[in-house]
């Protein structure tokens, strides 16, 4: 690989302080997950993953505590978003669709 192929394409840091819970260390370069960044208004931010082998997607949002929660048809039943955030996942969930389909 080149340098600039080494180069990173996006950085981003934690907005979220301590007590929200320590943020996921996620591999943007696997190639088999599909990664998407959200960042409201407020700072607060979100992490979608899809993992093209599992068939399964997980969001991590900074004001839920970092923590991984499932993505069941293009919805997380244990987590209430804003209007903003659900467009957003909807347009993470549509994109694999697509993809799978073809």
Request: proline share 8%; glycine share 6%; hydrophobic share 35%.
């Amino acid at each position: 690989m080149t340098e600039a192929e080494l180069e990173p394409l996006f950085t981003v840091s934690n907005h979220h302080g301590p007590e929200a819970g320590r943020p996921p260390a996620l591999n943007g370069d696997a190639p088999h997950l599909y990664h998407s960044y959200f960042e409201n208004m407020y700072g607060e931010q979100s992490i979608f993953v899809y993992d093209w082998q599992a068939r399964q997607a997980i969001l991590w949002s900074g004001d839920a505590g970092w923590q991984p929660y499932p993505v069941v048809n293009g919805r997380v039943p244990d987590l209430k978003l804003r209007e903003e955030e659900l467009t957003w996942l909807r347009a993470c969930w549509q994109a694999v669709r697509e993809a799978r389909k073809t």
